[in-house]
């Protein structure tokens, strides 16, 4: 009895398992999908970090566009200010940490040098089949191993970026902490302090 109840507790294990890592199998084809084309738009201006990148931001912001929830982590970035925001003020923060976003992925694709990467399968299952976590492992030229946690969540039957995870760097907490400085030196004024973050971003 004990052998069939362990059998029969491995065949049920593996019912659920199969379908919840079919969900990650999908996010980590988005984010490899990702990868590759970001890579093949950034390989032209590998290293050139003096170059004028503004057509590279251009492409980027086209192969992102479908694959990162832009408007959500925007929101989340503005924190308790976004409640006090208008509907122009979440309009034009959208816009604005849009092109913050593909800025920085730019430039730091342009500066490092990859010379291979690997989709890491988890060693767990997520508890929710629309939100997985997809890490990867790469490798420079210059032999530095670095790993990105892409956090990734299913919306309308489409996977998308809603954070990033670079060796425990964390982009969404990282800026949301800057808005919030920038909102304080403001006094709370979410305009001020959106049209602070764009001048800041235009100097970079």
């Given at each position: 009895m004990k052998i069939k109840g362990l059998i029969s507790g491995l065949i049920l294990l593996l019912t659920v398992s199969v379908p919840v890592m079919a969900d990650w199998q999908q996010a980590a084809d988005e984010v490899e999908q990702s990868i590759e084309e970001m890579l093949a738009k950034v390989s032209p201006y590998r290293g050139d970090v003096?170059?004028?990148?503004?057509?590279?931001?251009l492409a980027l912001a086209q192969v992102t566009?479908?694959?990162?929830?832009?408007?959500y982590i925007a929101k989340i970035v503005m924190g308790k200010y976004?409640?006090?925001?208008s509907a122009q003020?979440?309009?034009?923060?959208?816009?604005?940490f849009r092109r913050?976003?593909?800025?920085?992925?730019?430039?730091?694709?342009?500066?490092?040098?990859?010379?291979?990467y690997e989709v890491i399968e988890p060693r767990s299952v997520s508890p929710k089949p629309d939100k997985q976590k997809v890490t990867v492992k790469v490798l420079s030229e210059d032999g530095k191993a670095y790993?990105?946690?892409?956090?990734?969540?299913?919306?309308?039957?489409?996977?998308?970026?809603?954070?990033?995870v670079l060796d425990g760097f964390n982009l969404r907490v990282t800026f949301k902490?800057?808005?919030?400085?920038?909102?304080?030196?403001t006094k709370g004024d979410v305009s001020a302090a959106i049209a602070q973050w764009s001048a800041k971003m235009s100097k970079k």
């Open positions: 003096d170059a004028d990148l503004e057509p590279l931001y566009q479908d694959t990162v929830d832009y408007p976004y409640r006090r925001a003020d979440k309009l034009d923060f959208a816009q604005v913050t976003l593909i800025k920085t992925y730019a430039k730091t694709l342009v500066s490092f040098n990859i010379k291979a790993s990105i946690v892409n956090y990734m969540v299913k919306t309308d039957e489409q996977w998308k970026l809603v954070n990033i902490n800057q808005f919030s400085n920038i909102a304080q030196n």
